[in-house]
């Protein structure tokens, strides 16, 4: 875990750790007198609130320090975590941890306390996890967002909502792509629920359109607004998330 501080409000663990590491060696409930500064700071917990014997005070009081500095240090970084996924809805966990130079192992940290406590909501797209601000999205704006940003599919979706309907021949050729290739893409469109085609029709004259509800979402997606993230490909300079400082 990260444990270097940076702006105020925010707390070094390396103490914490060598308290914890004294106390282990020691096995001694007098470490209990360099904590009471900290005690009064945060409202000790009961022994059976912390798990602890009625006979383990000392212990009981490390356990409550050990807390109390981890959840000062972590709320500067999980408050930037949220802002930036707010800010940037469709973002997957190695993007945050590039954008705000944070370790995959807090970001991971973070995220599942954020979807945990319900502020948080994920789509998997692909590969991806995707991560997006909860109830801000319906399931198909989620779905559409995460699709936008995946090359050709995002391609498209947004040919589709500016030009449908478009024949499998017609998108094939604007794309570049193999006949096959583009049978795969609609298909995975289609199990999405995102476009529509008469079954009847032969492959090469085959016209898809988006479905209403895509439709709306990808025009919404390529509006202003937070949807221009998506057509852009946007990320904000690391460490402005929030406009917050990070606790690495």
């Known amino acids: 875990m990260h444990s270097e501080a940076a702006g105020t409000g925010t707390v070094r663990l390396e103490p914490v750790l060598a308290i914890l590491i004294i106390g282990i060696l020691l ?19 009961s022994p059976g609130a912390s798990g602890l014997s009625s006979n383990s005070t000392g212990w009981g009081q490390l356990w409550e320090f050990a807390s109390w500095a981890g959840d000062s240090a972590n709320v500067t970084n999980r408050e930037v ?11 997957y ?4 941890t590039e954008d705000l130079g944070l370790c995959m192992g807090v970001v991971q940290y973070h995220v599942w306390a954020l979807t945990r406590d319900g502020k ?7 590969r991806f996890r995707r991560f997006f601000r909860a109830r801000t999205y319906q399931e198909t704006e989620r ?16 040919l589709l909502a500016k030009r449908q309907p478009l024949t499998h021949m017609k998108l094939a050729w604007i794309l570049g792509i193999s006949s096959q290739g583009l049978s795969w893409q609609m298909g995975r469109l289609r199990r999405y629920g995102i476009i529509e085609a008469p079954a009847f029709q032969g492959v090469a004259s085959r ?9 709306q979402a990808v025009s919404h997606a390529l509006e202003d607004g937070p949807g221009a993230r998506v057509r852009t490909n946007h990320r904000q300079p690391r460490g402005s998330a929030g406009g ?3 606790t690495r």
């Open 120 to 126: 948080v909501e994920d789509c998997r797209s692909g």
């Open 27 to 45: 096995d001694s409930p007098a470490l209990a007198s360099v904590l009471p500064h900290q005690n009064r700071a945060q409202p000790p917990l």
């Open 93 to 96: 966990l190695r993007e945050l």
């Open 207 to 215: 016209e898809y359109r988006l479905t209403d509800g895509a439709l």
């Open 143 to 158: 779905v559409v967002i995460s699709l936008l940003k995946q090359g050709t599919t995002g391609r498209i979706l947004v």
């Open 244 to 246: 917050g400082s990070l």
């Open 81 to 91: 975590i949220l802002s930036y996924i707010a800010a940037n809805p469709g973002v």
